[in-house]
């Protein structure tokens, strides 16, 4: 298995093989949560105004997402673990749009098979691309804001990496490396009430979940995320 890691949309836009889309902060967390709370599938886009344009014409749907990790004015959520772990989503569509993970995952059009990245489903994430047997995976670092890199999306592009190789890696000291990271100082400050300090450890809480997120329809107009078990 031959494994390549790059960055932001220009990485996604060149990703070949099976390739997975990593936002740890919060987009690919968020939506792992989104799934466990029941959600049918989530739609990722790119464009805010044709999240609202869908939601509009599509009353039972719900828009969650952020620019610059605020949420979007008339969004039902934010890009927040922390407001998604309380909420009844079972069989809903949820748009999502965010600065940096949405747009790896709409980018990425020359992937074979295409997943989201995260702490809270990573074991999961490696036992699904081995049973693939692929011959090539790409995993593509969306860092903060898609323009730079970040300490949670590359811990978890080293975590990926070593699980796919067969190679131990110690999770148990990631919670404490990343609390000191740029990314994540707005969890601990008060005034960024968008950024609440729960949604640093739902986004670092490692094999959370046991079920990967992967993107399904991609010949339709909004290809959209499913829900596998895998293994």
């Known amino acids: 298995m031959q494994i390549e890691v790059v960055d932001f949309v220009a990485g996604a836009r060149r990703a070949r093989g099976v390739t997975i889309v990593i936002d740890v902060f919060r987009a690919f967390s968020v939506a792992c949560y989104a799934f466990d709370r029941g959600a049918e599938r989530i739609i990722p886009l790119a464009d805010a105004e044709v999240a609202r344009s869908l939601r509009q014409s599509h009353p039972g749907w719900l828009a969650i997402g952020e620019r610059e990790a605020r949420k979007l004015e008339g969004f039902d959520f934010g890009n927040s673990p922390a407001e998604i772990v309380g909420a009844d989503l079972r069989g809903r569509t949820l748009l999502h749009t965010t600065h940096a993970g949405t747009q790896g995952l709409v980018n990425a059009v020359e992937a074979d098979v295409l997943l989201t990245g995260s702490l809270v489903n990573a074991g999961a994430i490696c036992a699904y691309v081995k049973s693939l047997a692929p011959?090539?995976?790409?995993?593509?670092?969306?860092?903060?804001?898609?323009?730079?890199?970040?300490?949670?999306?590359?811990?978890?592009?080293?975590?990926?990496?070593?699980?796919?190789?067969?190679?131990?890696?110690?999770?148990?000291?990631?919670?404490?490396?990343?609390?000191?990271?740029?990314?994540?100082?707005?969890?601990?400050?008060?005034?960024?009430?968008?950024?609440?300090?729960?949604d640093f450890d739902l986004c670092t809480d490692v094999d959370r979940f046991g079920f990967v997120l992967r993107l399904a329809g991609r010949g339709e107009a909004y290809p959209y995320l499913e829900q596998v078990h895998c293994c």
């Open 135 to 198: 011959g090539f995976v790409t995993i593509v670092r969306m860092g903060e804001r898609a323009i730079a890199r970040s300490l949670e999306d590359d811990l978890c592009a080293e975590l990926l990496v070593a699980r796919l190789r067969g190679e131990a890696y110690d999770v148990s000291t990631i919670r404490e490396r990343l609390r000191s990271a740029p990314s994540a100082r707005k969890f601990f400050d008060p005034e960024a009430t968008w950024a609440p300090e729960a």
